[in-house]
């Protein structure tokens, strides 16, 4: 994984269709996805629950790109080795997940992935003044985690602003995860962002047999960011 600041799109497979996980990665990145982005919930950081391990070992070899797993599960550390082993380029775990960030980052390096750190809408992002030099990716959260199709929280564009300015030439990417469609894209590309999460928007309209309006809809987003410059 090279680090840049071009702009990437990555499908949630949280709008995928649940029965047929290998085939949906394979559709949407044959129909233009750069990164496939994996939700992990427990149920308990977050009100709903999706799957382990186990899983993301499975859909694995069907990922040619970036394997990007978002953990929204408390607590993290138990589980960095085995999601490690499953095969995650990038993992990210929650600021709000525990009280031992710091600890946690330095672990997911150290098993070998590329660590991430996402912030609640609700968390200040001076909570990374001292996180910075040790995260590769931050996900800044445009919804509530837990659910995908929910509407996008605008008083997020102002803190993606500040971050952009933390970061200054490190090279952390900034990613936003959450009611991302053609309408909000260019708001945080503009302010920053260089990956864009898209779980409704990519998968709507779509399906393995007529996987087409997967790359219409990841072209439309891309398009809305292309006209800021
Ligand atoms: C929400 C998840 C998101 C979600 C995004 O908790 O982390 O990745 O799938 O879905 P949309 O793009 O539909 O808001
Ligand atoms: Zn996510």
Redesign the pocket.
């Known amino acids: 994984m090279s680090f840049d600041r071009s702009l990437k799109i990555a499908p ?1 497979i ?2 995928a269709d649940f029965a047929n996980f290998g085939q949906e990665i394979e559709a949407v990145e044959a129909q233009g996805a750069d990164w496939i ?1 994996v ?1 992990v ?1 427990d149920g308990h950081f ?1 009100p ?1 629950l999706t799957f382990g391990p186990p899983l993301c070992k499975a859909i694995r070899r069907h990922i040619k790109t970036v394997m990007d797993v ?1 953990l ?1 599960i408390a607590p993290v550390d138990p589980y960095i080795e085995a999601f490690a082993d499953a095969g995650a380029d990038v993992l990210t775990a929650h600021l709000e997940a525990g009280p031992h960030i710091h600890r946690t980052l330095q672990a997911i390096r150290g098993a070998g992935c590329k660590a991430g750190l996402a912030l609640n809408p609700g968390t200040p992002v001076e909570a990374l003044d001292y996180l910075l030099d040790m995260v590769d990716l931050v996900c800044v ?1 445009t ?8 509407k ?1 929280i605008h008083s997020q564009i102002a803190k993606v602003e500040k971050l952009r300015a933390m970061i200054g030439d490190r090279p952390v990417h900034i990613e936003i ?4 469609t053609p309408e909000t894209a260019p708001l945080m590309r503009a302010a920053g962002a260089d990956v864009l ?6 998968f709507k309209g779509g399906s393995v047999q007529d996987p087409a309006p997967y790359g219409q809809n990841i072209r439309a987003i891309r398009t809305s960011c292309d006209k800021l410059v």
């Open positions: 949630s949280l709008s982005h939700d919930m977050v709903n978002h929204m959260m919804v509530n985690p837990g659910f995908g199709g929910q996008f995860d959450g009611g991302i999460v898209a779980g409704s928007a990519v």
